[in-house]
């Protein structure tokens, strides 16, 4: 899957946790970025891209994420394969 | 959207659609009962108590929560909190796991030093309990204890004193004994819950590593549907009824056709054997107090037949009422909760008919309607589903007070509420009705020789007799095949007619049980006239030759328009004119 398609699908994802229809998501997007994402939402976006994609990030991928661009890095990664 | 919230649910599905789903239900308007609720958590709560929120708002009660500090469970109900006092809770839910165990046996424990491990882990419990008992005086709810996910010692685990799994036991147990003898006092029962779900998959260690969950989030929305179970069930909103199909739902086969002998049930088939056991799960709930009903499409003898039968279970005096007739099947639900005096929200209803449960749906409010599949799943679906969360069980009260409680809504009777001809336009039903076809005669004389009620002559065809008709002009012959959006139920419906001048006599009209009360019958009689038509017909002459089965046809050509012009005994013959026929069908697609 290219890239672009993927961010498309991971900002739907977003818009709907955050119930944000207007939510822009870019590579560099992180928790400073939108002020409701805290550590509980977080399980919340973790999960919602898992059943979305189809796969379960391992914990190191998820403790070392740093931003939407490196979430994007693995999904990209896990579903070409 | 709010099917997603019926067991069995699609946990992703219900995580991911959570505020939609809360949105809608709140949409509702209805009456809540609003509750406060005190979620005292070992571990992370926050998606246990969205997801306890929404099974809540389905039972009609809305939650206002007060969740502790993360992890501060036994700190917020041993010290003085004046936060939770001012929240001033109608109950506790205590979600504590294993992961809260603090003093776990190892193998180099010696007897006396678990069994003082056992004591001190649970006097921490009672004394916590004790505690909330004394401050707020309300119910509380508590998790028992999920098995490990590991076992240092195997199956001895289980087995030997110095085993993690015995020691967890031994205190499910004690946990047991007190719940047993404090009524406020609930058991979650995790321990059943993750068997169930699957230990390896609830256990689920990264999800405690990575968020403090003390289980799978993927367990949760099952989690939170045991507990708002139980939280109905203290708010009085069990249901207190099972209603029940009989065709195919409490046996296998259809008893107006089969009879007794021809149905399955019993231990001489495998589907007997299925039958009975559901038969035997279903007499069980009258011992739990539960109230049992039919409601079956079918004449009260054949119903009584089917239910006489040597190898089943469940006999007519075991219900309440016995609906068997073949009026639409809310209309008899809205008499079944008039005669048992409680209200249609106090009802489950059973039945294998995808149609029939789609009616009741549509035509009730608030009965629950587990979708069955198959008979090997009938159990488990309407066991998981919780309907009859029983949180105390006396003797005194079970059968006394389940026949004649009166703390139920009166309903008064309803009318139809919705347009039955409007209902069966949503079917979007398709009728094939063509002259016979080799590809069906099979099937054709398969339906002479078995459909006993819906059928006028009951004149039995061979294949051959029927391939006679088939090269015979001096006939018209048709058959109808019906199908709607939920399938196609084949070639359900026969007519032949012999042709004599400008009259035709009808020698043959069944119609199979399975699409009764869908004007199928119209649909065929329509087709009938045309081709009567065609072929230069002015009369067409209908007959009844009664049987201990076809009662329910007794006025059929009545109703069709057709007079009376002859009896004998009590077989009666019918005419009607064609000159004025209007055509009757207006509510399926006919394919000629």
Same mark, same amino acid.
């Given at each position: 899957?290219?890239?672009?398609?993927?961010?498309?699908?991971?900002?739907d994802?977003?818009?709907?946790?955050?119930?944000?229809?207007?939510?822009?998501?870019g590579?560099?997007?992180n928790?400073i970025?939108?002020?409701?994402?805290?550590?509980?939402?977080?399980?919340?976006?973790?999960?919602?891209?898992?059943?979305?994609f189809?796969?379960k990030?391992?914990m190191?991928?998820?403790?070392g994420?740093?931003?939407?661009?490196?979430?994007?890095?693995?999904i990209?990664?896990?579903v070409?394969? | 959207?709010l099917?997603?919230?019926?067991?069995?649910f699609d946990?992703?599905t219900?995580?991911?659609?959570?505020?939609?789903?809360?949105?809608?239900?709140?949409?509702?308007?209805?009456?809540?009962?609003?509750?406060?609720?005190?979620?005292?958590?070992?571990?992370t709560?926050?998606?246990?108590?969205?997801?306890?929120?929404?099974?809540?708002?389905?039972n009609?009660?809305?939650?206002?929560?007060?969740?502790?500090?993360?992890?501060?469970?036994w700190?917020?109900?041993?010290?003085?909190?004046?936060?939770?006092?001012?929240f001033?809770?109608?109950?506790f839910?205590?979600?504590?796991?294993?992961?809260?165990l603090?003093?776990?046996?190892?193998?180099?424990?010696?007897?006396?030093?678990?069994?003082?491990?056992?004591?001190n882990?649970?006097t921490?419990y009672e004394k916590?309990?004790?505690?909330?008992r004394?401050?707020?005086?309300c119910?509380?709810?508590?998790?028992n204890?999920?098995?490990?996910?590991?076992?240092?010692?195997g199956?001895?685990d289980s087995?030997?004193?110095?085993?993690?799994t015995?020691?967890?036991?031994?205190?499910n147990?004690?946990?047991?004994?007190?719940?047993?003898?404090?009524?406020?006092?609930?058991?979650?029962?995790?321990?059943?819950?993750?068997?169930?779900?699957?230990?390896?998959?609830?256990?689920?260690p990264?999800?405690?590593?990575l968020?403090?969950?003390?289980?799978?989030?993927s367990?949760?929305?099952?989690?939170?549907f045991?507990?708002?179970?139980?939280?109905?069930a203290?708010?009085?909103?069990?249901?207190?009824?099972?209603i029940?199909?009989?065709?195919n739902t409490?046996?296998?086969?259809?008893?107006?056709?089969?009879?007794?002998?021809?149905?399955e049930?019993g231990?001489?088939?495998?589907?007997?054997q299925?039958?009975?056991?559901?038969?035997?799960y279903?007499?069980?709930?009258?011992d739990?107090?539960?109230l049992l009903?039919?409601?079956?499409?079918?004449d009260l003898?054949n119903?009584?037949?089917?239910?006489?039968?040597?190898?089943g279970l469940?006999?007519?005096?075991?219900f309440q009422?016995i609906?068997?007739?073949?009026?639409?099947k809310?209309?008899?639900?809205?008499?079944?909760?008039q005669?048992?005096?409680?209200?249609?929200?106090?009802?489950?209803?059973?039945?294998?008919n995808?149609?029939? /449960?789609?009616?009741v %749906?549509?035509?009730?409010? &608030? =009965?629950a309607?587990?979708?069955i599949? @198959?008979v !090997?799943?009938? #159990?488990?679906t309407?066991?998981?589903a919780?309907?009859?969360?029983i949180?105390?069980?006396?003797?005194?009260d079970?059968?006394r007070?389940?026949?004649?409680?009166?703390?139920?809504e009166?309903?008064?009777?309803?009318?139809?509420f919705?347009?039955?001809t409007?209902?069966?336009?949503?079917?979007?039903?398709?009728a094939?009705?063509?002259?016979f076809?080799?590809?069906?005669?099979?099937?054709?004389?398969q339906?002479?020789?078995?459909?006993?009620?819906f059928n006028?002559?009951?004149?039995?065809?061979?294949?051959s007799?029927?391939?006679?008709?088939?090269?015979d002009?001096?006939t018209?012959?048709i058959?109808g /095949?019906?199908?709607? %959006?939920?399938g196609d139920n &084949? =070639?359900?419906?026969?007519?032949i007619? @012999?042709? !004599?001048d400008? #009259?035709?006599?009808?020698?043959?009209?069944?119609?199979?049980?399975r699409?009764?009360?869908?004007?199928?019958?119209?649909?065929?009689?329509?087709?009938?006239?045309?081709e009567?038509?065609?072929?230069?017909i002015?009369?067409?002459?209908g007959?009844?030759?009664k049987?201990?089965?076809?009662?329910?046809v007794?006025?059929?050509?009545?109703?069709?328009?057709?007079?009376?012009i002859g009896?004998?005994?009590e077989?009666?013959?019918?005419?009607?004119?064609l000159?004025?026929?209007?055509?009757?069908?207006k509510?399926?697609q006919?394919?000629?």
């Amino acid at each position: 899957m290219q890239r672009e398609e993927i961010l498309k699908q991971v900002t739907d994802i977003f818009r709907d946790t955050f119930d944000d229809q207007e939510l822009i998501v870019g590579d560099k997007t992180n928790a400073i970025d939108i002020p409701e994402w805290d550590s509980l939402i977080q399980i919340e976006l973790i999960c919602a891209h898992e059943a979305h994609f189809g796969f379960k990030f391992g914990m190191r991928e998820i403790l070392g994420m740093k931003n939407v661009g490196e979430m994007i890095d693995i999904i990209q990664d896990r579903v070409n394969l | 959207m709010l099917h997603l919230l019926d067991y069995p649910f699609d946990s992703q599905t219900i995580m991911k659609k959570r505020r939609g789903l809360k949105r809608e239900l709140l949409s509702f308007g209805g009456n809540f009962l609003d509750k406060k609720v005190a979620i005292l958590g070992g571990s992370t709560t926050k998606d246990i108590t969205e997801i306890l929120e929404l099974f809540l708002l389905k039972n009609n009660i809305k939650p206002a929560f007060y969740e502790s500090e993360f992890g501060q469970y036994w700190e917020d109900a041993i010290f003085d909190n004046p936060i939770l006092e001012e929240f001033s809770p109608d109950l506790f839910y205590i979600h504590t796991s294993n992961r809260n165990l603090q003093h776990y046996p190892s193998p180099s424990s010696s007897k006396k030093e678990i069994d003082q491990s056992l004591s001190n882990e649970f006097t921490r419990y009672e004394k916590m309990w004790d505690s909330l008992r004394k401050k707020y005086g309300c119910l509380v709810i508590q998790n028992n204890f999920e098995l490990p996910f590991f076992r240092i010692l195997g199956n001895l685990d289980s087995v030997d004193f110095r085993g993690r799994t015995n020691y967890i036991l031994k205190l499910n147990s004690m946990f047991a004994t007190y719940a047993e003898n404090n009524a406020d006092l609930i058991i979650n029962d995790i321990n059943y819950l993750s068997a169930s779900f699957g230990l390896q998959k609830w256990s689920a260690p990264q999800d405690w590593y990575l968020y403090k969950y003390s289980l799978a989030i993927s367990a949760i929305p099952f989690l939170s549907f045991s507990v708002a179970n139980l939280i109905k069930a203290v708010y009085g909103k069990n249901k207190k009824a099972l209603i029940l199909d009989l065709d195919n739902t409490l046996w296998e086969g259809v008893i107006g056709d089969d009879g007794p002998e021809g149905i399955e049930i019993g231990e001489e088939t495998s589907l007997g054997q299925a039958y009975r056991e559901f038969q035997s799960y279903i007499k069980m709930h009258k011992d739990i107090g539960i109230l049992l009903a039919i409601n079956s499409k079918n004449d009260l003898e054949n119903a009584v037949s089917g239910l006489t039968h040597p190898d089943g279970l469940l006999r007519p005096e075991d219900f309440q009422v016995i609906k068997a007739n073949w009026n639409n099947k809310d209309a008899n639900i809205r008499e079944i909760a008039q005669e048992l005096n409680l209200g249609a929200d106090s009802f489950v209803f059973v039945d294998d008919n995808i149609v029939e /449960r789609d009616i009741v %749906k549509k035509g009730t409010q &608030g =009965v629950a309607v587990p979708e069955i599949v @198959t008979v !090997e799943s009938y #159990i488990t679906t309407i066991d998981k589903a919780g309907y009859f969360e029983i949180i105390e069980l006396s003797k005194e009260d079970i059968v006394r007070n389940q026949m004649y409680k009166v703390n139920v809504e009166r309903k008064t009777a309803q009318k139809e509420f919705f347009d039955y001809t409007e209902y069966l336009l949503s079917l979007e039903m398709i009728a094939d009705i063509k002259t016979f076809e080799s590809i069906y005669v099979s099937r054709i004389a398969q339906l002479t020789n078995k459909t006993n009620q819906f059928n006028l002559t009951t004149k039995r065809f061979s294949q051959s007799e029927i391939e006679l008709i088939m090269a015979d002009d001096l006939t018209i012959k048709i058959s109808g /095949r019906l199908r709607d %959006k939920f399938g196609d139920n &084949g =070639v359900t419906s026969l007519v032949i007619g @012999t042709i !004599e001048d400008t #009259i035709m006599n009808i020698e043959l009209w069944l119609m199979s049980c399975r699409v009764l009360k869908r004007n199928m019958e119209f649909a065929m009689m329509d087709a009938l006239v045309e081709e009567a038509l065609e072929k230069g017909i002015k009369t067409i002459k209908g007959y009844y030759i009664k049987t201990a089965k076809n009662q329910m046809v007794k006025e059929f050509y009545g109703s069709m328009g057709f007079k009376l012009i002859g009896q004998e005994g009590e077989n009666t013959i019918w005419q009607l004119e064609l000159e004025a026929y209007q055509s009757l069908n207006k509510v399926i697609q006919v394919n000629v």
